[in-house]
């Protein structure tokens, strides 16, 4: 039997992953307000993101995730939690992230920019209007080492 691919959005796969910023805001259906962490985002749809980054969340505390990120100079804001995780080196981690957008104008808005992002990206692996990770974002990311229990 053959599994089907759960996706019901268009899903942009990334050369060069965007860089962002996450932090936890809930814990257990509690609020929490964590500092911010840079994290790599892989390939990204209105319905979530793949992401790559040194922290070890723990899968069993029910983490709600704000992310924060540029896309074409507006600063996309949206909330997510984990539905799959993946060690990838001892020190680096794949999480799969839903969205949870309520606002219907912020999911157009973010479909709209993914279109517009795909577009321009058949001719190009970056845009400067685009939070797209530097080498340096990248080493700053990979560097960075603690985990959350």
Request: hydrophobic share 40%.
């Amino acid at each position: 039997m053959s599994h089907l691919n759960k996706r019901s959005s268009f899903r942009l796969n990334l050369q060069i992953p965007l860089s962002a910023l996450f932090k936890i805001i809930g814990i257990k259906n509690k609020a929490a307000d964590t500092k911010h962490s840079k994290i790599m985002i892989k390939d990204i749809s209105a319905g979530g993101i793949r992401i790559h980054t040194p922290l070890n969340l723990p899968m069993d505390m029910n983490l709600l995730l704000e992310f924060t990120f540029l896309l074409f100079h507006q600063e996309m804001k949206v909330l997510g939690i984990i539905k799959r995780k993946m060690t990838l080196e001892t020190t680096l981690y794949e999480y799969g992230i839903e969205f949870s957008i309520a606002d219907p104008l912020v999911e157009q808005q973010l479909i709209r920019h993914l279109i517009q992002l795909s577009t321009r990206l058949k001719d190009t692996n970056m845009l400067a209007n685009c939070s797209f990770c530097s080498d340096e974002d990248m080493a700053d990311i990979l560097s960075t080492t603690y985990e959350i229990t």
